[in-house]
């Protein structure tokens, strides 16, 4: 558990390994994945569940959103930038 590269968290829950990673360019993105904890390596699986953090121009949250609005494990880590969160 702990920081492993610069805006890259490894970490785990009772239940799931999450990983958190941020982002910032011209837009602040940050995203949270969990799987199982013995699939956190795999990234290019299709077995994680993201959300994306939105926040204001103040640093509020404004929402936190699943990708294409789904809470099933049915997302690639490594695409989670590529998915609609609405």
């Not at 958190?20 to 994680?48: F, K, M, T």
């Not at 994306?52 to 490594?78: C, P, V």
């Amino acid at each position: 558990m702990g920081l492993k590269q610069p805006g890259l968290f490894y970490g785990s829950t009772d239940q799931y390994s999450q990983r958190i990673s941020q982002y910032a360019g011209e837009v602040y993105d940050e995203y949270i994945g969990e799987c199982l904890p013995q699939d956190q390596h795999r990234q290019n699986h299709a077995i994680w569940r993201i959300r994306r953090i939105i926040y204001d121009g103040a640093w509020n949250i404004q929402a936190i959103l699943y990708a294409n609005r789904s809470k099933e494990f049915t997302f690639i880590w490594r695409d989670r930038a590529t998915y609609a969160y609405t």
